[in-house]
């Protein structure tokens, strides 16, 4: 600092910050070797805090107003520099502004991907990005802790670290939500005042207040979006006979207006067939399709074979048995159709098994 330079704040009376940039959070009121004159004037405005410091160790902390700096108005700054008796003399301290305004659209986003587990897709990766706002809430905490001797502190210098802590809450909590990604749009809101609320003691370690965090936009790899959006469209379609017939009946419109083209005639010629081949298979005359009845079932049946029951056999296998003698009339029977065993001549489908056969034996043959 040069002599003039010198000079001149010697007879600087007035310690006041004016802010011109956006991002400025602490100023340190610069004066030659730090010398303040006694009975100078701070001013203080309204989105401001003064925080005076002497030999290291903070003296006083001074909320928005106009101060005198004299003895009886700086009780504390006065013990320290041993002014017991009033003796009017330039001091030595630093005054270090603190920005108490709301610091907004500062950006926060996720440099890779987050792996997360879907309900509906299973194992995704998702892009999220947002904004946040903050403001110094504890200015002695907030130069102790984040500041410390610097002369100028903006928010870029702690938008990374805060940023870094927004993304792993964030991938924490979005994580084990378990929330669908279709559904994740619908609750930006929640999920942002959900966080918000998560991470403001976090914050308020540095003496910073977290005042809003949004989430502005939760997005998929260009290769999932692009299979998501043919599976919306194909849900879009709805009715594919009638998107056909739309379908068919544009190109054959766009035909027609180029007769001169043998593509054209083409295209409408297979455009037509196809459309006929459809609408024979689908509408028919006018009435819908009628699918068959389902084959029925041949019939089955156990017999009783003494105090067991074996089967099932079919009608033909039974008229086999019947032949040879193997069942009878009485033989008892049962199937699923049926509550309770009865003789086979009783049982409908049965009882002409019996016709016709001889109920005495063969004669013996003596031969």
């Not at 006083?60 to 107003?65: A, E, I, S, W």
Request: proline share 6%; aromatic share 10%.
């Amino acid at each position: 600092m040069g002599l003039f330079s010198r000079l001149f704040n010697e007879f600087i009376d007035v310690i006041e910050w004016t802010d011109d940039s956006s991002d400025t959070m602490v100023y340190r009121f610069e004066r030659y070797g730090n010398e303040i004159k006694y009975g100078a004037k701070l001013i203080v405005r309204e989105t401001q805090f003064a925080v005076f410091v002497n030999e290291g160790e903070v003296a006083d902390v001074l909320g928005p107003g106009t101060y005198q700096l004299e003895t009886r108005n700086l009780p504390i700054l006065t013990t320290l520099q041993n002014w017991h008796h009033g003796f009017e003399s330039p001091f030595k301290a630093e005054v270090y502004f603190c920005n108490a305004k709301r610091f907004t659209d500062l950006k926060w986003g996720t440099k890779h991907p987050l792996m997360l587990r879907d309900p509906e897709f299973g194992g995704l990766r998702l892009r999220a990005f947002g904004n946040y706002s903050i403001r110094v809430l504890d200015p002695l905490k907030f130069i102790r802790e984040i500041v410390g001797t610097e002369g100028v502190f903006t928010t870029d210098e702690i938008s990374n670290q805060l940023r870094n802590l927004i993304i792993s809450r964030f991938s924490t909590i979005v994580g084990g939500a378990g929330i669908p990604i279709l559904d994740m749009a619908a609750n930006y809101d929640q999920l942002g005042e959900f966080l918000t609320r998560r991470i403001a003691p976090e914050f308020s370690e540095y003496g910073l207040e977290l005042t809003k965090l949004l989430v502005e936009n939760i997005s998929l790899p260009p290769s999932v979006a692009e299979a998501l959006d043919k599976r919306t469209s194909m849900g879009m379609t709805g009715n594919l006979d009638r998107y056909l017939q739309y379908q068919t009946g544009t190109a054959m419109e766009q035909a027609a207006q180029n007769p001169g083209g043998g593509a054209s005639e083409g295209i409408g010629m297979g455009v037509g067939l196809a459309m006929a081949n459809r609408m024979n298979e689908s509408v028919g005359n006018g009435k819908p399709a009628i699918a068959p009845p389902p084959v029925p079932q041949a019939l089955e049946f156990h017999i009783a074979d003494g105090d067991a029951a074996s089967g099932p056999f079919s009608v033909s296998e039974l008229k086999q048995r019947a032949a040879k003698g193997a069942i009878t009339p009485a033989t008892l029977v049962w199937s699923p159709s049926m509550v309770d065993w009865q003789a086979a001549s009783t049982v409908p489908g049965l009882a002409d098994l019996f016709k016709g056969l001889s109920s005495s034996p063969p004669p013996i043959n003596r031969a």
